[in-house]
């Protein structure tokens, strides 16, 4: 697991423009792609890059500026359903059948965290650190990034990425943000609020000592009315149940629901060289907020945390954003 001190600076790629990405996000959610999608874009960067230059990737931060679901409501309808397509017909001239599958298109900044040599040995020229560096190496990310895909869709044209070498002092850190901040919006960042689902989750329990967290996950993303006022008089006025702040399901990752097999133990497997182990997908609670919120950009970024030990392959998203919050309440 990586921490904020060992980040010597921060790659942003700004604006990108990605068409058809995937829109189910899990097996209870469905919008914005999941932040394993973004970490697993990271992840395969990092590796085209780190052919040819010392630099590392630790974590991701997401920003959403526009996302845009291909959906429609059939006429009589309330639900939405997706815009499937019509593929070519078979070789005997029959209609193939359709598979559901979910698409959107969004304009997103991904912020990560870069350590290497690269930073400190000549690569990396800073004439101008304020407005962040931009150079052949810069060019180079772009380029390889243009050859991959995010969250299952098509990168188009994006604004020029540039690196912000991080200050020496934590208390400079605070007008770098602004200034990262600042060319993030408009948009909104997701950061992760599972202190909000453990205090719901307690809060159920007090009333009912079964209930689980997927029952409090549920319970908070969903759109309940309750009743406001003097309910004994019979005045009670039924309002939708308020919330603090945008709450979302959040896929984080997945967690083991079996042992771990020896490769090539497991028939049929992807990868007969590696591990395997069966998993179920995780969930917890997210929030959106605004960039310019936050008191230090790296609280946005998500790294990995894998513990084999107690089954579990995530996402984590350590920021003090709950607890400036608490203090503002």
């Known amino acids: 697991m990586v921490v904020k001190n060992d980040i010597d600076a921060l790659l942003v790629l700004p604006r990108i423009q990605v068409q058809n990405a995937n829109a189910i996000s899990g097996p209870l959610t469905w919008g914005f792609p999941s932040l394993t999608a973004f970490a697993g874009f990271t992840h395969a960067l990092n590796r085209k890059i780190a052919e040819h230059h010392d630099l590392n990737f630790s ?10 679901p291909q959906v429609s409501s059939p006429p009589g309808r309330y639900t939405q359903i997706f815009h499937l397509m019509r593929h070519p017909n078979d070789k005997d001239g029959g209609t193939p059948a359709f598979v559901e599958e979910g698409r959107a298109h969004m304009n997103v900044s991904l912020v990560i965290g870069l350590s290497g040599e690269s930073l ?10 304020a407005r962040g560096i931009t150079n052949d190496v810069t060019a180079f990310i772009e380029e390889m ?11 188009f044209p994006m604004q020029k990425p540039y690196v912000m070498l991080l200050p020496s002092t934590e208390s400079d850190m605070h007008p770098l943000t602004r200034r990262i901040s600042r060319r993030l919006l408009p948009g ?18 007090q009333h009912d000592p079964s209930t689980t967290g997927v029952d409090a996950l549920m319970d908070m993303c969903s759109l309940a009315f309750e009743p406001q006022g003097e309910q004994e008089s019979g005045n009670a006025q039924w309002e939708i149940r308020s919330k603090p702040g945008w709450i979302v399901p959040l896929p984080v990752g997945y967690g083991g629901i079996s042992e771990i097999y020896a490769p090539g133990e497991v028939k049929s497997a992807r990868d007969s060289d590696t591990p395997f182990r ?11 907020i605004s960039p310019h919120r936050v008191e230090d950009i790296r609280d946005l970024l998500w790294h ?3 513990q084999p030990d107690k089954g579990l392959y995530r996402l984590i998203n350590d920021n003090s954003f709950h607890s400036a919050t608490q203090k503002e309440d």
């Open 59 to 68: 974590g991701v931060g997401v920003v959403c500026h526009a996302f845009d």
């Open 120 to 129: 400190f040995d000549g690569t990396f020229a800073s004439e101008n650190p």
């Open 145 to 155: 990034a243009y050859t991959m895909r995010l969250a299952g869709g098509s990168i």
């Open 188 to 205: 909104f960042a997701l950061i992760s609020r599972e202190d909000l689902l453990a205090d719901h989750l307690g809060q159920l329990r």
């Open 278 to 288: 069966f998993v179920e997908s995780l969930c917890t609670l997210g929030q959106w």
């Open 304 to 306: 990995y945390d894998a």
